[in-house]
């Protein structure tokens, strides 16, 4: 079982939609039995709170399930036991190599470098556009699910 967790700043917007993204993809996939998938805070601002109304909305829109979910900070630990820790940008990215204690198994990735591209996916909390988050996770969901393919992980 691969176990994957998304992480971004507050755990309402960005990892929360990535992680329902790619729950619903693996689902599409009949993989769902391969995968253990969650999402994680690099910071405690937005502990407990459920997902921002506007990663409910577009993934309501698009027809995708949204994961049940309130937010939870990355711990330590989170680092044994996952295989990929996969941040939505080069904050989280920074925060999350501080929190593990470094990276010393190479497991900590930014979500868009699986699609060839070193950007950031920016936070609708600040943007307000969840429609470019959610067509940067999508494209870095699918990407990482090709990526998983070519390595013969699934």
């Keep these: ?26 689902k599409e ?22 997902p921002h109304y506007g990663t409910v909305n577009k993934l309501r829109a698009v027809g995708i399930p949204l994961v049940p979910h309130r937010a939870v900070r990355m711990t330590q630990e989170d680092y044994e036991e996952y295989d990929y820790l996969i941040g939505m940008d080069t904050a989280n990215i920074r925060n999350m190599t501080r929190i593990a204690g470094g990276d010393k198994e190479q497991k900590i990735y930014k979500l868009m470098t699986f699609a060839d591209s070193g950007r950031d996916v920016a936070d609708p909390w600040y943007t307000g556009d969840f ?19 070519r390595k013969g992980e699934i």
């Design 1 to 26: 079982m691969i176990k994957i967790l998304f992480v971004c700043h507050g755990n309402i917007c960005r990892s929360t939609m990535a992680e329902s993204v790619f729950t619903y993809m693996v």
């Design 29 to 50: 996939r009949g993989l769902q039995e391969e995968f253990y998938i969650n999402s994680a805070a690099t910071s405690y601002e937005e502990i407990g709170n459920t």
């Design 131 to 149: 429609e470019s988050t959610y067509r940067d996770v999508t494209q870095g969901c699918e990407a990482f699910l090709k990526y998983l393919e």
